[in-house]
């Protein structure tokens, strides 16, 4: 494998260097470069700004904090919010857009929140005015770059480290079950939140060590005048029954009434489930009630997953959660 110095430089500051690198180059005086029109093309898809409008460019590195800032003909702004791992904290999104918005008009300012890792889900992010601006997108962007004859080495070195991270997530497709690794579950769960058009997931800690889970179908129900949530988790490999009791208190009260509904319902379908999971009274917060007896990623021969038909069980599932939520109402 050629060395490739984003292998070594991982981190969201080389990434921020990178980007400022690459916007220098939409520069007018730039214009007979092949990486000129590139540059370009990237602030007109984050801005709308075309290229005939730059007249003149200055990137901002870590300015007030904000990670880059790209400022054309001191009067149009694009604020980028870089992040390849990390997720947005606090109120940053919101801070930053302010500052900028002291010194720029609202009409000139492109707020681009930048991610070339992954994350659950970019609601928050939208709800603050940004636009997102994700990996697919960009790596889309550098190849059409590539395939029009740019040949600078650092421009390859970032293309084909940005490629990989892509390959590494995708990689759920074509390694079998048993030698997935963290980004393949990753990559597995996004897949099932656009197959089931719902879930969420995240690193989830544990004592002895956190794994990735995908969480999802919540309901919620009255008990006892309190209630409780239950819901679905993935925790790689292993299928949960969950619930959020609103009243620790009634841990158990809650779990062993919600179990038996759960079996109940389990067995009229023809579903094995197993008991799992340990009840803290007072202190536990979530619960898993109960595992799925058999294996729910199906697989070929050759151990690789079976897309259809592991979504076609998952589904069937859902529909218990369906018959479950009727059990409750029934006897709330």
């Not at 492109?110 to 928050?124: A, M, P």
């Not at 650092?154 to 990689?171: A, C, E, K, M, R």
């Not at 009260?253 to 067995?267: C, G, K, M, P, Q």
């Amino acid at each position: 494998m050629k060395p490739n110095l984003f292998r070594w430089a991982t981190s969201e500051l080389t990434q921020d260097a990178f980007l400022c690198w690459l916007f220098e180059w939409a520069k007018p005086e730039f214009r007979d470069k092949p990486l000129h029109d590139l540059s370009a093309r990237f602030i007109k898809e984050l801005s709308g700004i075309e290229k005939s409008q730059i007249e003149e460019l200055e990137v901002r590195k870590q300015y007030r904090n904000i990670d880059i800032v790209v400022l054309i003909n001191k009067r149009l702004a694009i604020l980028i919010e870089d992040k390849v791992h990390t997720k947005n904290h606090s109120n940053q999104l919101l801070r930053y857009a302010e500052i900028l918005k002291g010194e720029v008009s609202e009409n000139d300012l492109s707020l681009i929140y930048l991610k070339t890792g992954d994350q659950s889900n970019y609601k928050g992010v939208e709800s603050k005015g940004y636009k997102t601006f994700r990996r697919e997108q960009f790596l889309k962007l550098l190849k059409e770059g590539r395939d029009s004859g740019i040949k600078n080495e650092i421009f390859i070195d970032f293309l084909n480290h940005l490629s990989g991270i892509d390959s590494s997530v995708n990689s759920f497709k074509t390694l079998p079950i048993s030698k997935w690794h963290w980004d393949s579950w990753k990559g597995f769960y996004m897949e099932l939140q656009k197959r089931l058009g719902q879930g969420e997931w995240d690193y989830i800690p544990q004592r002895n060590g956190g794994f990735l889970g995908f969480w999802w179908h919540w309901e919620s129900m009255d008990f006892k005048e309190t209630g409780f949530d239950f819901y679905l988790q993935l925790e790689h490999e292993k299928f949960c029954f969950k619930i959020r009791p609103y009243d620790v208190q009634l841990n158990q009260v809650i779990r062993d009434h919600y179990r038996n509904i759960l079996f109940e319902s389990a067995l009229a379908k023809g579903l094995k489930i197993k008991r799992n999971g340990r009840c803290i009274q007072g202190k536990t917060k979530t619960m898993t009630v109960a595992k799925l007896a058999s294996k729910y990623i199906q697989t070929d021969p050759n151990g690789l997953i079976e897309l259809d038909k592991t979504i076609e069980k998952i589904k069937g599932i859902e529909e218990l959660m369906e018959e479950i939520k009727i059990a409750c109402n029934r006897q709330a």
